[in-house]
T-cell receptor
Framework: NAGVTQTPKFRVLKTGQSMTLLCAQD?????MYWYRQDPGMGLRLIHY???????AKGEVPDGYNVSRLKKQNFLLGLESAAPSQTSVYFC??????????FGSGTRLTVV | EDKVVQSPLSLVVHEGDTVTLNCSYE??????LLWYKQEKKAPTFLFML??SGIEKKSGRLSSILDKKELFSILNITATQTGDSAVYLC???????????WGLGTSLAVNP
């Protein structure tokens, strides 16, 4: 019973490089979310999905893209990384009727 | 604009003390209020509250929601050093189940 799995756990990128963060859940949840967490800023929503094939922007979507081709996977892409994207990224999912389950996080540093 | 405000921002207590953490919210299309505990990793789920006046308990932790006054409290009795963490409150809103997060209360329990 893995819950929500995020890969990778750590990554260092150079400015301008691209990467994809993977979030996989095995709970058949409809709703999935990508957050970033920065000191003093709390958790901020980047993008979210209310079902397979759907995505929508959150409060801080610029510089990120997402895809949800399969219900269990929600991918977050950084097209051209910038130092301002240095953060801890969390994926979360919910069925909508109970709590939200979080992945263990990805610590990304852009140099 | 939707907002969730937690107080106090930080708290230092001694083992055995009882603490009360506050969360007030002003959101549209409110669905539920959630509490999470975050140590140096992903948030872990504590409670989800949807009905006013019904206390939820888990060991030494309990929480209650007041939908008329738009707030919730989290109580921790007989605190232990293992309770040291950031406690996050969030309101789930709308059909997309987005979470509006507070900035958290940082609790330090000293032996």
């Amino acid at each position: 019973n893995a819950g929500v799995t995020q890969t990778p756990k750590f990554r260092v990128l150079k400015t301008g490089q691209s990467m994809t963060l993977l979030c996989a859940q095995d709970m058949n949840h409809e709703y999935m979310y990508w957050y970033r967490q920065d000191p003093g800023m709390g958790l901020r929503l980047i993008h979210y999905s209310v079902g397979e094939g759907t995505t929508a922007k959150g409060e801080v979507p610029d510089g990120y893209n997402v895809s949800r081709l399969k219900k269990q996977n929600f991918l977050l892409g950084l097209e051209s990384a910038a130092p301002s994207q240095t953060s801890v990224y969390f994926c979360a999912s919910t069925a909508g009727t109970y709590g939200y389950t979080f992945g263990s996080g990805t610590r990304l540093t852009v140099v | 604009e939707d907002k969730v405000v937690q107080s106090p921002l930080s708290l230092v207590v001694h083992e055995g003390d009882t603490v009360t953490l506050n969360c007030s919210y002003e959101v549209t299309n409110f669905r539920s209020l959630l509490w999470y505990k975050q140590e140096k990793k992903a948030p872990t789920f504590l409670f989800m509250l949807t009905s006013s006046g019904i206390e939820k308990k888990s060991g030494r932790l309990s929480s209650i929601l007041d939908k008329k006054e738009l707030f919730s409290i989290l109580n921790i009795t007989a605190t232990q050093t293992g309770d040291s963490a950031v406690y996050l409150c969030a309101a789930s809103v709308g059909n997309n189940r987005k979470l509006i997060w507070g900035l958290g209360t940082s609790l330090a329990v000293n032996p």
